[in-house]
């Protein structure tokens, strides 16, 4: 099915663009202002880990030539002694590490805190740019925070631009620097950024190297918080693998470029972006900016009082049309996760299917009466280089057609065959995905795949096999209600796991509730819909074919409109934490 899928949405904050400074020269004008009304004055650039600080140090140098420019890093911990401090954390694993307990103080050097701190030369401006800024400076006259998704930190990675909090490892492979980064510096750049985001000056988007645009700190609290009365959509990125596909390129229409699509991220605040419409100017800053400053407006109290300022609820499609299988693969169970790396919940997941073609099917559990032993040298066998390993022996194989919804809590043995397009509905933390088996084949980077067979076989359940599966994890669709032009169907997700799937079936508006909980929906059947405030709380919201949208739970109610009438009902998925879970 084609599409009219928007790959760049935004909310509309203002529709002056001058509320927006475009440019370094712009924006240099303004931090002159800023000087010109103090005879000296301390001004933090804030940067979270991978700005290119390199580009914003010149434009203050030029802008204010007899200010003293400091940079943090010269104040940090030599990279040796970081290394040290945090091999707990990131361990030897080439894939996996432990959230990570430490603050951003603890990578400074406190002997030069102290030093900075007492050497304040008299009359002189200052301008402080870098990670931990504020920790060096006791008080500031402006905060600029320099911010950017981590969407695009990863493509500076894989470009071996930026390099890790305090070190200089610009040569590393990206997937440390990613973990690292996972692990460790996002952790203590976002808890202080929760401190700052209420108190910044002005708020630095500096996604696209040489286009900088600045807001100020009021303007963009305001688009927080302007965001949490009204359905929106974080702007998705796509990224090819492996066993990438063909659809979501004609579907999404995307750029001809790489030899696939396997993944989109379209609704992973901690990953994407939200874009902001000043006019024709467009600002970007992570989701997870949303996330951190209007938790309760956006989650609901419930969903908060559980998960924090966490977005626990995970969008992605998965793409294998003319592709291959995914790996094998298992997630862990929650003791485990709790246990090996600190996280309090783990990766339940499903399959939601979007497409498929006639010969699509899902690996899903373990076949009735296996030898568990047989299976687990096998693997062995396999990841040392020898024989294939026999998937079909071990594991179930499950038709799969458009529309089917497959359920695979943790510690389910599962994987999406070729000529399936997956729209993947789970909970958030995507990065622990056990691989079992991948097939034999190299990752794009020509290099194989990293296999966690320790870690799977600890965490597959041995007793979910066929008939199990059948009864537990398969289309367990259930109606809710109906009425005129609308039904509404229970799809999952699993007992075990704590998000809820209604489908929605209708031809006419219907009408839903947030219920004080944030919901996560995609267009799953239908060209285009229309959401709207029944009470005219926000403007009309238009969303096309396999678009998610959030509704953050402060909306309330919401009604449903397909923009084209007709007999051919159109459908969506919506997603929410059970609160009795």
Same mark, same amino acid.
């Given at each position: ?65 007899? +200010? ?16 040290? @401090?945090?091999?707990? *954390?990131?361990?030897? !694993?080439?894939?996996?590490?432990? %959230? ?23 009359? #002189? &401006? ?12 006791? &008080? ?14 990863? #493509? ?24 690292? +980064? ?7 750049? =976002? ?31 305001? +688009?927080?918080?302007? &965001? ?24 999404? !229409?995307?750029?001809?470029?790489? &030899? ?5 991220? =379209? ?12 006019? /024709? ?6 989701? $997870?900016? %949303? ?29 294998? @049309? ?12 929650t003791e485990y996760i709790q246990n090996e ?6 990766? =339940? ?21 296996? =030898? ?10 396999? #990841? ?76 597959? #359940? ?32 699993? *007992?075990?796991?704590?998000?809820e799937t209604r489908r929605h079936w209708f ?38 074919? +396999? ?12 009604? $449903?409109?397909?923009?084209?009438? /007709? ?15």
């Amino acid at each position: 099915m084609s599409s009219a899928y928007d790959k760049y949405p935004y909310v509309l904050i203002s529709s002056d663009a001058r509320d927006c400074r475009a440019g370094w020269e712009s924006i240099a004008s303004l931090i002159r202002g800023v000087h010109a009304r103090r005879e000296r004055a301390t001004i933090c650039v804030e940067c979270y880990p991978g700005v290119y600080e390199d580009e914003i140090e010149p434009v203050f140098r030029s802008s204010l030539p007899q +200010a003293e420019i400091v940079r943090t890093r010269d104040y940090f911990k030599p990279p040796a002694q970081i290394e040290s @401090m945090l091999a707990r *954390d990131v361990t030897e !694993d080439p894939v996996f590490g432990r %959230l990570t307990r430490l603050e951003l103080v603890d990578f400074f050097r406190p002997e030069a805190i102290a030093q900075f701190k007492a050497s304040s030369p008299p009359g #002189q &401006t200052r301008v402080l740019i870098g990670a931990g800024t504020v920790l060096l400076a006791d &008080t500031w006259d402006f905060l600029v925070y320099a911010d950017l998704p981590r969407w695009e930190i990863q #493509q500076r990675q894989r470009r071996g631009e930026i390099s890790n909090l305090g070190l200089n490892n610009f040569d590393a492979p990206a997937a440390e620097k990613y973990k690292r +980064a996972f692990f460790v510096d996002w952790r203590v750049a =976002d808890h202080l950024k929760t401190q700052l985001l209420p108190k910044i000056d002005a708020l630095l988007d500096t996604t696209k190297r040489g286009e900088p645009k600045m807001i100020s700190g009021d303007l963009f609290r305001q +688009a927080l918080r302007k &965001t949490t009365t009204r359905p929106f959509r974080v702007q998705p990125f796509f990224d090819p693998g492996p066993w990438g596909g063909q659809w979501m390129r004609a579907t999404c !229409d995307l750029p001809d470029g790489p &030899t696939n699509y396997a993944w989109c991220f =379209d609704c992973v605040p901690e990953e994407n972006s939200l874009v902001f419409g000043f006019g /024709n100017e467009r600002v970007e800053v992570p989701a $997870i900016d %949303l996330v951190l400053s209007h938790p309760r407006e956006l989650l609901g109290d419930a969903v908060h009082a559980r998960f924090g300022r966490e977005f626990p609820i995970r969008f992605d499609f998965l793409d294998t @049309m003319q592709g291959g299988n995914l790996s094998l693969q298992v997630h862990p169970l929650t003791e485990y996760i709790q246990n090996e790396f600190g996280m309090h919940y783990t990766q =339940d997941e499903s399959y939601y299917l979007l497409d498929a073609a006639q010969n699509a099917c899902v690996y899903l559990g373990l076949k009735e009466d296996l =030898d568990r032993d047989g299976m687990i040298n096998d693997l062995r066998t396999a #990841q040392a280089g020898g024989q294939h390993f026999p998937a079909d022996k071990y594991t179930n194989q499950w038709a799969a057609k458009r529309h089917d919804h497959f359920l695979i809590p943790a510690g389910t043995i599962h994987c999406s065959g070729r000529n399936s397009m997956v729209l993947e509905i789970s909970a958030t933390p995507y990065i622990f995905t056990f691989k079992l088996w991948d097939w034999g084949r190299l990752g794009l980077d020509g290099r194989p795949r990293p296999i966690h067979l320790e870690h799977g076989v600890s965490n597959i #359940q041995w007793d979910r096999t066929t008939e199990w599966v059948r009864r537990e994890l398969i289309n367990r669709v259930q109606i809710i209600g109906e009425g005129d032009g609308w039904r509404e169907e229970r799809t999952g997700l699993h *007992d075990r796991e704590f998000i809820e799937t209604r489908r929605h079936w209708f031809t006419k508006a219907v009408v839903h509730n947030t219920a004080g909980l944030v919901n996560v929906l995609n267009l799953v059947e239908g060209s285009e819909a229309i959401v709207e405030s029944p009470a005219g709380k926000f403007d009309p919201f238009t969303v096309h074919f +396999a678009e998610t949208f959030i509704v953050p739970a402060a909306v309330g109610e919401y009604r $449903i409109t397909p923009a084209v009438h /007709n007999s051919k009902p159109f459908a969506t998925i919506k997603a929410f934490v059970r609160t009795n879970a």
